[in-house]
């Protein structure tokens, strides 16, 4: 599968945007969906993962209780809602695909195989 982000942008703080990850070239719904965000001069985080069915999410803490992930499989796509932004959410924000993700392992970069190219979201004070 083939992973494409976008919906990035700028944004004032407490604004809100929508990012997608569109998928393509594979059973899209075999896959367990992650965003992760870097902000310059920052590793990599995570930021929220949602399982095969969508049944399980997960997010970090920094983000939980404002930014929400979903997914269409019927349109192979990934959503990050993301609301109440402010400037320490500025970062380049990537999805990542992984076939053999389990609860226990969602939030770890090493658990999936699949990156596409982010799309920067940039939040003005």
């Known amino acids: 599968v083939q992973l494409q982000a976008s919906g990035g942008g700028l944004v004032q703080a407490r604004g809100s945007l929508r990012l997608s990850c569109a998928a393509s070239g594979d059973t899209f719904s075999r896959y367990a969906i992650a965003w992760f965000r870097q902000a310059p001069g920052k590793e990599r985080e995570f930021v929220a993962a949602?399982?095969?069915?969508?049944?399980?999410?997960a997010y970090a803490d920094s983000v939980k209780g404002r930014f929400t992930i979903s997914r269409d499989n019927a349109k192979n796509t990934v959503y990050l809602q993301m609301n109440t932004l402010t400037p320490e959410d500025t970062a380049i924000y990537s999805c990542?695909?992984?076939?053999?993700?389990?609860?226990?392992?969602?939030?770890?970069?090493?658990?999936?195989?699949?990156w596409g190219q982010g799309t920067q979201v940039t939040v003005s004070s």
């Open positions: 949602i399982r095969q069915r969508g049944g399980t999410t």
């Open positions: 990542a695909g992984g076939s053999s993700v389990i609860p226990s392992n969602l939030r770890s970069q090493n658990a999936y195989s699949i």
